[in-house]
């Protein structure tokens, strides 16, 4: 394949630059030298992307000393490495979180200062990189810093996407899909390496070959080929600890088989393939939760894992020359099932590439394994068509034919019935045979976890229940976190400064110290601070929405936010229609005092799933009818802002009062904005779901606002089938809400737009927003008397804050190294 070995080993004392020096005027040059030489521009004449790219660079050879040592010492130590494949890197912006890990802040911002260019513009000028959907992809990146923050060594593996996830706009208040371009000015984090390209194939055929000794191969024969080449990425960790590296494959045409085509007379082929091969990188599944189901997916998964496995065992054999230690020294953990094919393809390249018998790929493979689930929805599980997969990754078939038929053998020898026997079985038979992806996973891996408590033990119930009688030692929980450095230091310096004036500087080393901040909790003259950084950021927040959205909002009110995906299951439909509820209670008792409120949401809608996209334009339709109503007298607006996206979340976060996070119960695996929000101060109003139980737990139940079905009850509920009627006529408040939306008061130019959603309240409601909308509406009149006393939700604020420090994404990272992949890490 592309990768050569090298010829002899490698040189540890091999010579090294000399450090560069961090002060500002040592900065103030060298961005000018990168200005100039790099980039190609007089600073008469440079535009602020010039300087953007200069200033990358000038950061990056910092980063760069760090990263040799780390990869180094990795070498020098034989230390274990941990490869996390995920389809998504939801990374964002990495400059400010590049400049604030290396301490370099303040120097960047005077050298900057001195050619008149302001830092903060620069920020703002960085794309996002939005190689992901949501909260499966963020999580890949908050691992990813943590994991080079606490010292484990570390690759992440994914795709270079040419088009990241789609920009979102508004047009008559529905969302409009535009092509997302964030490498247009080229990306100056990136290193091509031309020289680390894998082979991939496509279709063909399997031929038997004897070899030498008797004993037969299987030769796989691809019909395509095509390259992976690795594009690198540094990933700095707080305060440089550790430079780990995101490597992302882009396809490429082989030349020399293009060439042959050409010479041939067939240009047009040659062109056609070459396209091809290309388009397989070209753009990221918009789908969050569910499986795209298109081949071109299937190609991106099986592309990206067997690149990153090739990487993989090359390296190994570079450094250790056997095959036996591989589990000693790799631990590879599957983000989903989306690199789920890579259980094959590692057997496959053990056994026909590198010669091991069965037996013995077999327990290197699920020594090296293990798999995250994200969720438990029947219609996420990821599955193939046999028929598919046979005609495009035959050998990979075979070998998932045969892990099938030995579990199978396996669990009879258990003792298992036939009809548990067809539960476990990789290959679903219902309607057209398909492979199961999660039961690929959990068969060829040691750990398979959950991401909280709660979606642990249903994972252990539900989707594994067979499974886990068969492998009882295999499910275990590590409970998502997020990293305290880009949601907390840099989203909201205002508040990490009065953290360190309260309880000093070490929090920022040892997030664990947050707690003594609670404290403090109850002293005044702290949540008068407190209070006073929220609203310095909602102050940038309404300016914000003024810019985006074109509305006024008074930061005095309560900012209620809710921003994530748009999801049924994450029931934006509850929140706007309690706002319908508020506003008919406004208008009916103008006599009351009403806590002034804003509403924000923002989120994209698979472009293919209508009800989210209808749910969008409700909540602009609503937006209009209330904004500018007079009646309401600015005590409620309602607020959509579009592009929702990471740099987005970094705004709008820091100045939320009230977290929205009122998934039905059992169907939010952990969610990581829940905490995100909490960690800044803001109150969570939630149902018992994902990690919000486990918040409850930590921050205690009186400072988080609970409602609603437990998951228990949601099961019960559907088991039942019972119908929401006699609880919709209960409620004359739900009952006037769905009266209004189903018959066209917001929507007076289409009065039947929400008739259908509306419907469905009535029929199945399987979400449950019908059922649960008494007890929303109760829980958001608690919330109204906790606001109405500043004093007590300002120590619950500081309460939530103070409380967060175990979703730190460190804390998840070093049970991960500790139980799963036993890597090491500080
Ligand atoms: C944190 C985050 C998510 C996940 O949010 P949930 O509320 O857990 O669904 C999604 N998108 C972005 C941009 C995020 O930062």
């Known amino acids: 394949m592309g990768c050569d070995m090298p010829q002899k080993p490698i040189v540890y004392d ?115 990189a939005a190689l992901g959907n949501g909260g499966l992809g963020r999580l890949a990146a908050c691992f990813l810093e943590s994991m080079s923050s606490i010292k484990v060594p570390a690759y992440g593996y994914g795709i270079r996407y040419v088009h990241g996830l789609f920009r979102q706009e508004m047009s008559d208040g529905w969302q409009v899909e535009l092509p997302e371009d964030w490498l247009a000015h080229g990306n100056p984090w990136e290193f091509e390496r031309r020289e680390s390209a894998y082979e991939i194939g496509f279709g063909g055929s399997v031929e ?43 396809a490429q045409p082989i030349d020399p088989l293009l060439l042959d085509r050409f010479n041939s007379g067939d240009h047009i082929g040659a062109l056609e393939e070459s396209a091809k091969a290309v388009s397989i990188t070209r753009v990221l599944y918009p789908a969050d939760s569910t499986p795209a189901g298109q081949e071109l997916r299937l190609r991106q998964e099986f592309f990206f894992s067997s690149a990153s496995l090739q990487d993989i065992v090359r390296r190994h054999l570079q450094q250790y020359g056997d095959l036996g230690s591989l589990p000693d020294k790799v631990a590879i953990q599957l983000n989903d099932t989306h690199p789920a094919i890579s259980i094959a393809e590692m057997m496959r390249i053990l056994m026909d590439v590198q010669g091991l018998a069965w037996n013995e790929a077999w327990k290197l493979t699920k020594g090296i394994f293990s798999y995250t689930n994200h969720t438990l929805l029947p219609e996420a599980l990821e599955t193939w068509p046999v028929a598919l997969l046979e005609r495009l990754l035959p050998r990979q078939m075979q070998i998932a034919y045969a892990i099938n038929a030995m579990v199978l053998e396996e ?41 909280s408590a709660l979606h642990t033990e249903l994972m252990k119930q539900t989707v594994f229940a067979d499974l886990h009688k068969l492998y009882p030692d295999r499910i275990n ?21 009065l953290i ?137 607006k309602v607020v959509f802002l579009p592009n929702y996206n990471v740099s987005l979340a970094e705004t709008i976060i820091p100045a939320a009062d009230l977290s929205e996070q009122i998934s039905t119960a059992g169907m939010e695996a952990s969610g990581t904005g829940n905490m995100k929000f909490a960690l800044n101060g803001a109150l969570t109003i939630g149902t018992m779901d994902g990690a919000n139980v486990e918040m409850r ?5 009186e400072n988080i606002v609970i409602f609603g079905m437990t998951a228990d009850e949601v099961d019960d509920v559907r088991a039942q089938n019972r119908a929401p009627r006699e609880m919709i006529e209960a409620s004359p408040t739900l009952r006037e809400v769905i009266e209004a939306i189903g018959s066209g008061v917001f929507s007076p130019d289409d009065r039947a737009r929400y008739r259908s ?57 070093r049970e991960y190294a500790d139980d799963i992949w036993g890597a090491p890490h500080i």
């Open 14 to 128: 091999a010579p090294t630059p000399q450090p560069r020096a961090n002060d500002a005027e040592t900065l103030r040059n060298e961005i000018l030298e990168k200005l100039t030489y790099a980039v190609g521009k007089d600073p008469i004449v440079a535009r602020r992307t010039d300087w953007l790219t200069a200033t990358i660079l000038t950061i990056r050879d910092r980063i760069i000393d760090q990263w040799m040592e780390s990869t180094r010492d990795t070498w020098r130590t034989s230390q274990k490495r941990v490869y996390y494949l995920s389809l998504e890197f939801l990374i964002g912006r990495l400059m400010r979180d590049a400049v604030s890990n290396l301490g370099m802040m303040e120097q960047v911002r005077e050298a900057l200062g001195s050619f008149n260019v302001d830092l903060d513009e620069l920020i703002e000028r960085e794309p996002d």
């Open 697 to 701: 737990e930590r921050l205690g139940p």
């Open 477 to 497: 929980n590590k409970t998502n976190g997020v990293t305290p450095r880009r949601w907390l230091m840099q989203c909201n310096p205002a508040l990490t400064r």
């Open 208 to 250: 038997p070959v004897t070899q030498p000794d008797g004993s037969v191969r299987q030769v796989w024969h691809p019909a395509e080929h095509l390259n992976a080449v690795a594009f690198d990425t540094p990933v700095v960790g707080w305060r440089g600890a550790r430079v780990n590296t995101l490597r992302l494959w882009s």
């Open 500 to 636: 360190s004036e309260r309880i000093g500087p070490d929090f920022r080393d040892d997030i664990e110290q947050l707690i003594k901040l609670d404290a403090h909790a109850e002293d005044k003259s702290l949540q008068d601070q407190f209070a006073g950084v929220k609203r310095g950021n909602k102050e940038r927040l309404a300016a914000l929405i003024k810019e985006r959205a074109g509305i006024s909002v008074s930061p005095d009110a309560l900012f209620d936010i809710q921003i994530k995906r748009i999801h049924e299951y994450k029931r934006q439909l509850l929140n706007i229609m309690e706002a319908v509820a508020q506003y008919n209670m406004i208008r009916a008792h103008p006599e009351k005092r009403w806590v002034p409120r804003v509403k924000v949401f923002a989120g994209k809608a698979a472009p293919s799933y209508w009800n989210a996209k209808l749910i969008i334009k409700l909540i602009n339709d609503v937006a209009k009818v209330i904004n500018n109503d007079p009646a309401v007298r600015g005590l409620l």
């Open 757 to 813: 959603l509306m419907d469905g309240l009535y029929d199945h409601d399987w979400f449950m927003v019908a059922r649960d909308f008494d007890a929303y509406c109760a829980a958001q009149r608690k919330v109204d008397t906790l606001w109405s006393d500043r004093t007590v939700w300002n120590a619950m604020a500081i309460r939530n804050t103070a409380r967060m420090a175990w979703f730190s994404s460190d804390r998840t990272i």
């Open 411 to 451: 669990a009879r020898e258990k003792g298992l019935e036939d009809s548990r026997i067809a539960a476990i079985s990789l290959i679903d038979e219902n309607g057209g045979r398909r492979l199961r992806m999660g039961q690929l996973a959990f068969v060829g891996s040691h750990s398979i976890n959950g991401v």
